[in-house]
Structure formats: structure tokens, C-alpha cells
């Protein structure tokens, strides 16, 4: 993992991405581990496989604004961050593929339902990660937009219930994209008259924040390492608040870059 999360920072860096989350880590416990360019934060499980585990790497400019750190399970996590504007908590997951079972996913998402409830009005809130579900094309009131690929599943009904009771939408259909900019798995399987490409990955924002998001899109053979595209959103919030000494750092950041972020697996 150590090669992985070199190559990893260095595209972090190439596409000046300040929060980066990642899926299917499979790094054993919980806790926080300084990087050659910043920190990382990682939830993962207690058991022998180390199947999964979630983690967000931050730069180190980004890391002086973190509020709390909260793992949950190898699943889950919530990353709390004071920004000059308001509290932006950031939930990481990977949920359960295809072949796990609905008690499986019914888990999951109760612990998503738990992070949430660990938020407050008015604060930013963004969830991001491998949410192996098909959401498809065509809008769907609020939540997904005209640009998504392909036909939903039932795990993607799943996701789209979730984003309706929790007031987000999902991001990645927002924008219009060529298609090689919106799928963020390629099978193993894909070949030349032969494409199986999906749209699973997702970053979910709250339907308030919506004017704040500038872009979403993948990026197509990054040096990762995974059969994953990074999705990448730009987020920029204008008239912050007067900030502290320790945050106005945060502040320059957010005000001439904005937010990036992509999830890995």
C-alpha cells in the first residue's frame, strides 16, 4: 500500500486536489498516519481479511482545520473540518458489491444514517465514496440530474431513497460530460465491442450547496493503481466569515481553488 499511497500523493498533487477520499483501503484498525504531503485518516475493520476500510488524505494545510475524526466501521467514516464559513463534515464509505446480501446493505446504510444524524442544519455535508449502485440516466426530481449513465438497479432505488431523506444530491449528474467523463469503473471484462463501464461512484452534497459546486468528472487513466476513475469536484464557497488566525489558511484555500475531491478504491 505504501507504493499505492506514493502514487497516490503525487496525483494529489499533479491535479491540486486538497481532500481526497478513498474506498476499499483494506489498512487494519482505525487512526490517523502522517504522508510524505499530509495526513491520512483511515477506518478500517478488526478481522483477518481486511476486505475493505475507508480513508480520506488531506494536504497539510487542510489537516490544521480538522475538527474530529469519527470511524465508524470498515465502511464508514466522518471527517469534521472548521472552515471560515461553517462546519463541512465529509463522509467517506464503501458500500457493499453486488454479490453481499440486503442485510448487508440495510447495515450499511443505517451506519450512513448514524453519521448523519451526527450533523447539524446548516452545516456543509458531503458524502462521497464506492456506492456500488447503478443510479442510471434521466433526472430524478432534486437529487439526480439529466447527466447519468446507463439503467438503475435496486441498489441505486436504495441510494436514491437515502439521498431524498437526507436532502442531498448527487453531484456527478450535474454536468454534462462526455461519457468517458462519467463512468468511474471499467470491468475487467471491457474490450474493443465489448464495453461494461458503470457510473457507481458518487459525491453527494446537500441540495442547499448546489450553486456552489462548479464541477464534477472523472479523470481517465490517473496513476492509481485501480480499476477506479478519480472523480474530481470543484467546490467554491464565496463570503466567508471572518476567520481565526489558525484558520485563515483554510480560508485562501477554499477561496482561490476550492475544494477537490475524488474517491479511490
Given at each position: 500500500?505504501?507504493?499505492?499511497?506514493?502514487?497516490?500523493?503525487?496525483?494529489?498533487?499533479?491535479?491540486?486536489?486538497?481532500?481526497?477520499?478513498?474506498?476499499?483501503?483494506?489498512?487494519?484498525?482505525?487512526?490517523?498516519?502522517?504522508?510524505?504531503?499530509?495526513?491520512?485518516?483511515?477506518?478500517?475493520?478488526?478481522?483477518?481479511?481486511?476486505?475493505?476500510?475507508?480513508?480520506?488524505?488531506?494536504?497539510?494545510?487542510?489537516?490544521?482545520?480538522?475538527?474530529?475524526?469519527?470511524?465508524?466501521?470498515?465502511?464508514?467514516?466522518?471527517?469534521?473540518?472548521?472552515?471560515?464559513?461553517?462546519?463541512?463534515?465529509?463522509?467517506?464509505?464503501?458500500?457493499?458489491?453486488?454479490?453481499?446480501?440486503?442485510?448487508?446493505?440495510?447495515?450499511?446504510?443505517?451506519?450512513?444514517?448514524?453519521?448523519m444524524k451526527l450533523t447539524k442544519k446548516g452545516e456543509i455535508n458531503m458524502v462521497m465514496g464506492d456506492f456500488n449502485a447503478k443510479i442510471g440516466?434521466?433526472?430524478?426530481?432534486?437529487?439526480?440530474?439529466?447527466?447519468?449513465?446507463?439503467t438503475r438497479n435496486a441498489r441505486g432505488d436504495k441510494l436514491i431513497q437515502f439521498c431524498v431523506e437526507s436532502n442531498l444530491f448527487i453531484a456527478?449528474?450535474?454536468?454534462?460530460?462526455?461519457?468517458?467523463?462519467?463512468?468511474?469503473?471499467?470491468?475487467?471484462?471491457?474490450?474493443?465491442?465489448?464495453?461494461?463501464?458503470?457510473?457507481?461512484?458518487?459525491?453527494?452534497?446537500?441540495?442547499?450547496?448546489?450553486?456552489?459546486?462548479?464541477?464534477?468528472?472523472?479523470?481517465?487513466?490517473?496513476?492509481?493503481?485501480?480499476?477506479?476513475?478519480?472523480?474530481?469536484?470543484?467546490?467554491?464557497?464565496?463570503?466567508?466569515?471572518?476567520?481565526?488566525?489558525?484558520?485563515?489558511?483554510?480560508?485562501?484555500?477554499?477561496?482561490?481553488?476550492?475544494?477537490?475531491?475524488?474517491?479511490?478504491?
Amino acid at each position: 500500500m505504501a507504493g499505492k499511497l506514493a502514487n497516490v500523493e503525487t496525483e494529489m498533487r499533479r491535479m491540486q486536489i486538497d481532500i481526497l477520499g478513498m474506498s476499499e483501503v483494506r489498512w487494519p484498525g482505525s487512526g490517523k498516519q502522517a504522508t510524505n504531503n499530509g495526513v491520512i485518516y483511515y477506518s478500517g475493520g478488526t478481522d483477518t481479511f481486511h476486505q475493505y476500510g475507508t480513508a480520506i488524505l488531506v494536504s497539510k494545510d487542510i489537516d490544521r482545520s480538522v475538527m474530529e475524526f469519527i470511524p465508524f466501521n470498515d465502511r464508514v467514516m466522518l471527517l469534521k473540518l472548521q472552515t471560515t464559513h461553517r462546519t463541512l463534515n465529509i463522509i467517506q464509505v464503501y458500500a457493499p458489491t453486488n454479490d453481499k446480501s440486503d442485510a448487508e446493505v440495510e447495515d450499511f446504510y443505517s451506519t450512513l444514517e448514524e453519521a448523519m444524524k451526527l450533523t447539524k442544519k446548516g452545516e456543509i455535508n458531503m458524502v462521497m465514496g464506492d456506492f456500488n449502485a447503478k443510479i442510471g440516466s434521466g433526472r430524478e426530481n432534486d437529487v439526480v440530474g439529466e447527466y447519468g449513465l446507463g439503467t438503475r438497479n435496486a441498489r441505486g432505488d436504495k441510494l436514491i431513497q437515502f439521498c431524498v431523506e437526507s436532502n442531498l444530491f448527487i453531484a456527478n449528474t450535474c454536468f454534462k460530460q462526455h461519457p468517458r467523463r462519467l463512468y468511474t469503473w471499467k470491468s475487467p471484462a471491457d474490450k474493443k465491442g465489448r464495453t461494461i463501464r458503470n457510473l457507481i461512484d458518487f459525491i453527494l452534497v446537500g441540495q442547499e450547496l448546489k450553486k456552489y459546486v462548479q464541477s464534477v468528472k472523472t479523470y481517465p487513466g490517473a496513476d492509481v493503481n485501480s480499476d477506479h476513475n478519480p472523480v474530481v469536484m470543484d467546490f467554491r464557497m464565496r463570503r466567508f466569515k471572518r476567520s481565526l488566525k489558525r484558520n485563515q489558511l483554510l480560508q485562501s484555500t477554499l477561496e482561490n481553488c476550492g475544494y477537490r475531491m475524488y474517491t479511490l478504491k
